[in-house]
C-alpha cells in the first residue's frame, strides 16, 4: 500500500529544505490527522524521524 499527501508551499526546494525543523514537520501534517512525533532530529542524512498517525496507529521510521 502506499500514500501519497502533498502540501504546496511556498519557496523553492532550496529555501524549505533550510527551514524544516520540527515546527515545518508539524505545520506540514496532514489535515485531520494528528501526527505524535516521538523523535525529530532533522531531514538530513543521517537524521532520524519517527511519527505516530493517528487514527490510522501507522508508525513511520525514517533513518539512514
Not at 2 to 29: C, H, N, W, Y
Not at 33 to 49: A, L, N
Amino acid at each position: 500500500m502506499k500514500i501519497r499527501i502533498s502540501t504546496q508551499v511556498k519557496g523553492s526546494p532550496i529555501q524549505i529544505m533550510k527551514r524544516f525543523d520540527r515546527a515545518l514537520f508539524e505545520a506540514l501534517s496532514p489535515p485531520g490527522m494528528r501526527v505524535i512525533i516521538h523523535q525529530f532530529e532533522g531531514s538530513g542524512e543521517g537524521d532520524t524521524v519517527r511519527v505516530t498517525l493517528i487514527p490510522f496507529g501507522i508508525s513511520w521510521l525514517k533513518q539512514d
